[in-house]
């Protein structure tokens, strides 16, 4: 303990006494301990503890699934949960949820706030119960019983001051008052973007449907079930379902996730190559520090030989030289949590793809005890890293050579550790480098992509009329009718129209339709296309060209002949070569008799997605089948956000009750949509340039020591005739020579490398070769300049210095 | 070949210059064999590195074959020590990681030769120093009279006119000593110019010529010595 704490005070002092290295090294690998530090506190917020539910690995999601088509993940229809939750034997519990939009009215401003409607087991498949009040009983899903709520605690303190009285009181939804039976503890938010809960009301009707997939489930397993136990005993469930209901359930089946694994699927692969990215990171700087210890070791050789010549066994030096480092790395661990703190307030600004909203776990993501003990074992770790080879590269002192006086101070196996570790961090960044060229390009693919609208100058919102209030399609029809002609009658505003879905706005409405003149498809092989409803002026709005026949017009009303618009996927589809105007289709199940409707118009294919494939897709009139929620776009001649409060008032002048919800500009939407990948070549760009300074800095640094090494090579080189373009060349090559090794080893690398990643890129193959080249040209560019500054030092030698040693 | 008038160096200590040379004038002409010689301190290497042209902080005027040096600027001044002057170090100064061959090429590298002329150049001058057997050896492996065997042939391999040797024997003793010199005098006989700067009274009785120094002043410029 003495020795150690001896090591530990000669330490100290020793790095006092040189602040530039210590300072140097330890924000090097602040750098690295800090990205590091940032990505593992998402990575255990959002991956390894997302979800604040006890036995969490007993929490399962079951969806609904399609294998023939490829379909893993379905919603659920009513029928067929309830099917499984009597037959099965391996759940504990298995609860039904889903969205519901409602308005909060009756307080102002009137809100949209995202509440889910629930089956009374919910929580407890969950295993939390409310932290005051109580959860629902089953009786509360019967019709005309569920007039109640469950509040999450941050919508209690956001809009009820966080009323201890609260209980008992009524709020209204959707025009219908419920009475407030509970408030969820602070930590509960789930689905993450949760803000109420309802018991949903299971009407005979509801109960008996196996057509309307717009349920969720999540289950907990029995003690002795597992996810595979439960698949099988649900396999068993879903094929005698299929028996007993061919028309419906032809090729459905259930897929059984653990909830982590299901919730987190969208981010999980970003996350670990996140980890990858801030590992690669540490290692250059670990690199970096390495190389630094190198050269003040070569200083040093006469201390250390002194020592062991006055009996220092080998480790004890070791020891010595290991605890110099552990306290480096523990000092760059420190600094590396204040940037790691910036870190991940940057990641939280970010708010990739809506984390905030759509990321269990996001809310908690911060420094925390296991973040903190994570960065500790990971100092300790870099220090022993970057320290060892140092330490057991100059333990070994050859005495004779290193107490002569004036004797070279280091050897060739140190330069060549030395090298060897540049070439390293040269590979490692290259990697890096090819990552966020990748991700740069594929980010720029999807957002040059040619959406099939005009995304600018337009404002969008969205509105959900309550039923309560808006009891028939009538009253919702003059609603929009009314607001769509006063917003078009505001200043600023070249057009306007409705939709129920906006392009990449995330939500889609998908249904299955007959061709006149096809056979109706076999079950399980419906034609299924996108489906959209929109008013007279939508496609002029949103300047999606109509490629043949017309747009829809004021006369395409109800009562009129039903019409339809489809895309030219569909009319590919279906009428190769032909003229699709005056064909007609129909909607399939689940709408008995829909009626044919003539194709009036065909446009071109819009994307809802950019990064997937066009769907077949047809648009109706919106008199002809009327949505209560519905998006307003309204195409401006000024800046669209300017128009915001303008329109709401107008949305207010018909209804004060009606909340607004999403208001944003067309582009906004398109960011959003592509938010992610977005936030993945940010990422992993920002990484990458902090790997190509530190490993450009580690170029520089092994260049410029072996400068200093040389001066007196160089000055007889320059005494026997070398010119300044000679001695310039000659470091320059020396130093690319490793860089070129570098890039030869990080090419192969990332080209075995960037495959993980294929699934994240759009439009960009993981071999790129414009990428692999650009980025190599970059890196060499970085890597010459790093040789240059040492290699013009080298020419500014003087012989006369350099050969005064004799 | 030679000629220095009022060549003057000195180092500014505070407000005063501390003098290293003082008004050296000296005439060297082709073919001879000149020693410099005085107290350590006197200023010898750094006249033999200001004739060597690697030192140009300096005043007064140098002339080389009527070229005025110090007029030039300094990629003329190195292209003309290329192209005339070869240099010998007390400490060898041979490049421990190449090779015998390697550092004999070296000056010719530097002299835009091309790789093919390099080898039979190289190749003559190691015959000539009979050091052929040697090509592929290290520095290191050799004696401390080998390695300024090396030393000359490296400094005469790329033909210059005149040679500066910087205490050529300075490391070795009488025996490895006596066998360069012979070397320098050989060479004189050929033709070459030698500057060789030394403390050793024998070593100077190779040459024709003492040039004493003392405190930056050349004391005796015209004192011939009588051939060895």
Known sequence: MDAFLNDVRYAFRNLIKRPAFTLIAAITLALGIGANTAIFSSFYALLLKPLPFPSLDKVVAVWDSYPSRGVTRNEVAMANYLDWQSQNQSFEQLALYRWWSANLTGIDPPERIQAFLITANFLDALGVKPSMGRNFTEDENQPGKDAVAILTHGLWQRR????????????????????????????????????????????????????????YVVGRLKPGASVQSAQADIDNITARLEQQYPETNTGSR?????????????????????????????????????????????????????????????????????????????????????????????????????????????????????????????????????????????????????????????????????????????????????????????????????????????????????????????????????????????????????????????????????????????PGNENIGRYRVCTADYFATMQIPVLKGRAFTEQDKTGAPPVVIVNETLARKHWPGQDAIGKRIRLQAPIENAPWMEVVGVIKDVRHELTAEVDPEYYLPYAQDVWRSM????????????????????????????????????????????????????????????????????????????????????????????????????????????????????????????????????????????????????????????????????????PLEALRYE | MITLRGVEKAFPHGPTKTYVLRRVNLDIKPGEFVSIMGPSGAGKSTLLHILGMHDHSWTGEYYFDDVAVHQLDAKKRAALRNRNIGFVFQSYHLLDDQTVFENLELPLSYRDVSKKDRQSIVCDTLDRFQMVGKKDLFPTQLSGGQQQLVGIARAV???????????????????????????????NDEGTTIVQVTHSETNAAYGNRIIQLEDGWIVNGEKFVQSV
């Open chain 1, 254 to 522: 259930a897929s059984v996730f653990p909830i982590v694994a299901d919730t987190v699927r969208k981010y999980e692969l970003g996350i670990w190559m996140g980890m990858a990215a801030v590992g690669f990171v540490l290692l250059i700087a670990c690199a970096n520090v390495a190389n630094l210890m190198l050269a003040r070791a070569s200083g040093r050789q006469k201390e250390i030989a002194l020592r062991a010549a006055l009996g220092a066994s080998r480790w004890r030096i070791i020891r010595q030289l290991l605890t110099e480092s552990s306290i480096v790395a523990l000092l760059g661990g420190a600094l590396g949590i204040l940037i790691a703190v910036w870190g991940i307030e940057a990641l939280r600004a970010a708010n990739p793809g809506d984390a905030a909203k759509f990321a269990p776990g996001w809310d908690q993501l911060g420094i925390n005890l296991t973040v903190l003990l994570f960065t500790v074992a990971l100092s300790l770790l870099s220090g022993l890293l970057f320290g060892l080879a140092p330490a057991l590269q100059v333990s070994k002192p050859n005495l004779n050579d290193a107490m002569k006086e004036g004797s070279r101070q280091t050897s060739g196996r140190s330069h060549r550790l030395r090298s060897s570790l540049v070439v390293a961090e040269v590979a490692l960044s290259l990697v890096l480098l090819v990552g966020a060229g990748l991700f740069f390009r594929s980010f720029m693919t999807l957002f040059n992509t040619d959406p099939g609208f005009n995304p600018d100058n337009v404002l969008t919102m969205n509105l959900i009329l309550p039923s309560t209030k808006y009891k028939d399609e009538q009253q919702a029809g003059a609603f929009y009718t009314d607001l769509v002609q006063r917003v078009k009658a505001e200043p600023g505003v070249q057009s306007a129209a409705a939709v129920n879905f906006l392009p990449l706005g995330g939500s889609n409405a998908s249904d299955a339709y007959l061709v006149e003149g096809e056979a109706e498809p076999a």
């Open chain 1, 160 to 215: 009820f001051g966080g009323d201890p009285n609260i209980l008992g009181k009524t709020i209204t939804l959707d025009g219908v008052a419920r009475t407030i039976v509970g408030v969820m503890p602070e930590k509960f938010k789930y689905p993450s973007n949760a803000e109420l809960y309802s018991p949903i009301a299971i009407t005979p009707g509801i109960a008996a449907n196996r057509q309307f997939n717009t349920y």
């Open chain 2, 157 to 187: 391999v790329a033909n210059p006119r005149i040679i500066l040797a910087d205490e050529p024997t300075g490391n070795l003793h009488s025996a490895q000593g006596k066998e360069i010199m012979d070397m320098f005098k050989r060479l």
């Open chain 1, 631 to 798: 998006v307003i776009v309204a195409r401006t001649t000024v800046d669209p956000a300017s128009l915001a409060g303008s329109i709401r008032q107008e949305v207010w002048a018909i209804d004060k009750d009606q909340p607004v919800a999403d208001v944003r500009t067309m582009q906004e939407v398109r960011s959003l949509s592509v938010g992610l990948q977005q936030f993945n070549s940010v990422m992993i760009g920002v990484f990458a340039a902090v790997a190509l300074l530190l490993a450009s800095i580690g170029i520089y640094g092994v260049m410029a020591f072996a400068v200093t090494q040389r001066t007196q090579e160089i000055g007889i080189r320059m005494a026997l005739g070398a010119r300044k373009t000679d001695v310039l060349r000659m470091v320059v090559l020396n130093g690319m020579r490793l860089a070129v090794l570098g890039l030869a080893i990080g090419l192969v690398a990332s080209w075995a490398l960037t495959r993980f990643v294929s699934n994240l890129l759009y439009g960009v193959e993981s071999t790129d070769p414009l990428t692999f080249s650009v980025v190599s040209v970059c890196l060499l560019a970085a890597a010459f300049l790093a040789c240059y500054l040492p290699a013009r030092r080298a020419t500014k030698v003087d």
